[in-house]
C-alpha cells in the first residue's frame, strides 16, 4: 500500500464537521442499566481473549498485554499536566480512571508519609478497590495477576511516567477479592 493510496482515502472520509462541546449530550442512552448485559458480554469476551493469548503466548503474554497497557497509558497521559510530585499524578490518574477502577495511596503503620524511601529506591502503596480487571478474571475464573492485570499495570506505569517524567514500576504485594495492595516503584 502507497502513501498516495492511504492520502487519498484520508481525503476521500475528510469532513468539515466540528462538533462543540455544548452540543454534546450530558447523558447516554441507552444508560447504565440497559447496558449491564453488554458490560458482561465484554468482560467474557476479554477473559476469553486472555485465556487464548495465555495458550498461544505463554508467559510472553504478560509481556504483551503490559507493553499494551503502557502505551495506552503514555498515550491517555499525553493530554494531562505535567507535574513532577507523584501524589498529585495519582490524583489526577485517579480521577481519569474513576469508574474503572478506584485505588487509593496507602501506607503501613510504621510510615509517617506516603512516598517511601528505602535502600535507594522510592515507592508509594496503592490500594485498588473497584477493578473492572478483577471483577473480570473472576467471571472467567481466571487467576490475578496474569496478562489481564499486567494491562492495568502499563497501564498505570505508562501514565505516571509520562505525568512525572520518572520511569516506574509496579508490583503485586497482595490480591484478594476485594481489593488488591500494589508497589508503585519510581526511579
Not at 13 to 22: G, Q
Not at 25 to 31: A, D, I, Q, S, V
Not at 140 to 145: A, K
Amino acid at each position: 500500500m502507497s502513501a498516495g493510496y492511504i492520502d487519498e482515502m484520508h481525503e476521500a472520509f475528510r469532513s468539515e464537521l466540528v462538533y462543540r462541546a455544548e452540543e454534546i449530550p450530558l447523558e447516554c442512552t441507552p444508560g447504565p442499566k440497559e447496558m449491564e448485559q453488554t458490560l458482561h458480554g465484554v468482560m467474557k469476551l476479554n477473559g476469553l481473549v486472555i485465556r487464548s493469548l495465555e495458550e498461544i503466548a505463554g508467559r510472553g503474554a504478560n509481556a504483551v498485554t503490559y507493553r499494551a497497557g503502557k502505551k495506552f497509558g503514555h498515550e491517555i497521559a499525553k493530554y494531562f499536566q505535567k507535574r513532577e510530585d507523584v501524589e498529585g499524578a495519582l490524583h489526577e490518574l485517579s480521577d481519569l480512571l474513576r469508574g474503572q477502577y478506584s485505588f487509593e495511596v496507602w501506607k503501613p503503620e510504621d510510615k509517617e508519609t506516603f512516598i517511601i524511601e528505602e535502600n535507594g529506591e522510592t515507592f508509594i502503596y496503592l490500594v485498588f478497590h473497584d477493578c473492572i480487571v478483577r471483577q473480570t478474571l473472576r467471571r472467567n475464573g481466571l487467576d490475578q495477576g496474569g496478562p489481564l492485570c499486567q494491562t492495568l499495570f502499563g497501564y498505570v506505569v505508562g501514565a505516571i511516567e509520562e505525568i512525572t517524567g520518572r520511569k516506574a514500576k509496579l508490583e503485586i504485594v497482595h490480591t484478594g477479592p476485594n481489593a488488591c495492595l500494589k508497589k508503585l516503584i519510581l526511579k
